[in-house]
């Protein structure tokens, strides 16, 4: 049987042009650790050129210590590097401002282990200043988007690392980010949770945010990436797009539908006498192992099969997807990537807490009996300057009592 391919998520937008805006340039950047006498230790990054341009996802590959996590760290201004030159949206990446345009989730979490989910969301949005009531919208659908919205109440100390990854990648987008870092983001995540982070990546992708991924797992980084530049021993060994690099040009694949033995047996015959007979290959087409993972999945959820863990991740975070949103986008990430004819389901409202209810009554009542009451003047002496006084407490307090009534001032 001819082979059958799945069409990878990259296939889902067009690639990204070449001629836009560079948002992160790299020239001649090199990087040596040293030790206490100042003697060079290690050549972690050695004279690496790059750039990564607006809506574009780039990959970072290499073996463990190849120097990519300290690619990460001089990008994000954490270390200085020893020779070069690193600008990000044509700033140094130290920056103050720029830094409020990036997130960043990196390799481990690092999380307030006796805050609860919906308190470390709002703490981390407290750095950047959010308001409180989009700290308090962009928390909730975060935490649906990551599949925590069940766990907004238990400390993240009592995470699993999978667990903490998910609210680690919700805490680096926060802020609505221009650049979003990401260093090894599917570690630890079940085959669920990885294929929701690519979905996420194809979706700021095509919001015009620009997207730097780190990781070992090759499949993850084939799914999402643009381009990609593979390092070792601090160099870059190899860079472009995943055509450029995978392409075999000397080898052509035809895909076709189930044939008749006969329609087969002529095509064979008549490829066999320009090739050589064991150069041919035929065989049936197998689905990846993911696909049929979340397929299972799927079925289970259907036969309402409960879980005490984390769920799968529900719609991307509203803020996150835009004013450009498709309906396709809105749909149940995982319904959309098992199911993709299923209808689109309608879009849930995060409700949130009505504020209480202002007993009017009781605060007029209060407000009556602050009124002062008419007392003689000739059996309270009192000089000019003490009235005065008393005359001002009291519009203060009614002052006070109208804002709280929500009455306009005299």
């Known amino acids: 049987m001819p082979v059958a391919e799945l069409t990878p998520p990259s296939a889902l937008r067009p690639p990204q042009s070449q001629d836009g805006e560079v948002i992160v340039s790299v020239r001649g950047l090199t990087k040596v650790f040293k030790d206490f006498w100042n003697r060079p230790k290690a050549r972690a990054v050695d004279r690496v050129d790059f750039e990564v341009r607006r809506g574009e996802v780039f990959g970072l ?3 463990n210590g190849s120097g990519k996590s300290t690619t990460i760290k001089l990008l994000l201004g954490l270390l200085n590097p020893t020779k070069g030159h690193i600008e990000v949206f044509g700033h140094s990446p130290r920056h103050v401002a720029t830094k409020a345009r990036i997130g960043y989730l990196p390799e481990e979490s690092y999380l307030y ?3 609860d989910s919906r308190e470390t969301l709002d703490f981390f949005g407290n750095l950047f200043r959010l308001p409180a009531g989009d700290r308090r919208n962009r928390t909730e659908q975060l935490l649906e988007m990551v599949g925590l919205g069940q766990t907004r109440t238990r400390a993240v100390g009592e995470f699993s690392k999978g667990m903490q990854r998910r609210i680690g990648l919700a805490q680096a987008l926060i802020n609505d980010p221009d650049l979003v870092i990401l260093d090894e983001p599917t570690s630890g995540l079940d085959p669920i949770g990885c294929r929701e982070i690519k979905d996420l990546i194809l979706a700021l992708a ?8 780190s990781s070992h797992l090759l ?5 999402v990436c643009d381009r990609v530049v593979i390092y070792y021993g601090g160099r870059i060994q190899a860079m472009g797009t995943l055509q450029e690099l995978l392409a075999q040009p000397d080898t052509l694949r035809i895909t076709t539908p189930v044939l008749p033995r006969e329609t087969l047996e002529r095509v064979l015959e008549d490829l066999r006498r320009d090739v050589a007979a064991d150069q041919v290959k035929i065989d049936n087409p197998t689905q ?17 099969a409960e879980t005490s863990g984390a769920t799968s991740g529900h719609r991307i975070a509203e803020y996150l997807r835009g004013a450009t949103a498709t309906a396709q986008e809105r749909d149940r990430i995982l319904e959309r990537l098992t199911l993709p004819h299923a209808a689109p389901t309608a879009p849930s409202v995060v409700e949130t807490p009505a504020a209480p209810a202002v007993d009017t009554k009781k605060l007029a009542a209060l407000t009556k009996a602050a009124e002062p009451t008419a007392v003689p003047s000739s059996s309270v002496p009192a000089t000019e300057p003490a009235k005065q006084i008393g005359a001002e407490e009291l519009k203060k307090a009614d002052e006070k009592l109208a804002s709280l009534l929500g009455k306009p001032k005299s």
């Open 61 to 63: 590959l290499g073996p």
């Open 288 to 304: 990846n192992l993911e696909s049929y993972f979340l397929d299972v999945v799927q079925r289970a959820r259907q036969a309402a």
């Open 206 to 213: 095509r919001r015009g945010k620009t997207v730097i991924l």
């Open 219 to 223: 499949a993850d980084v084939e799914d």
């Open 113 to 115: 282990r006796y805050l």
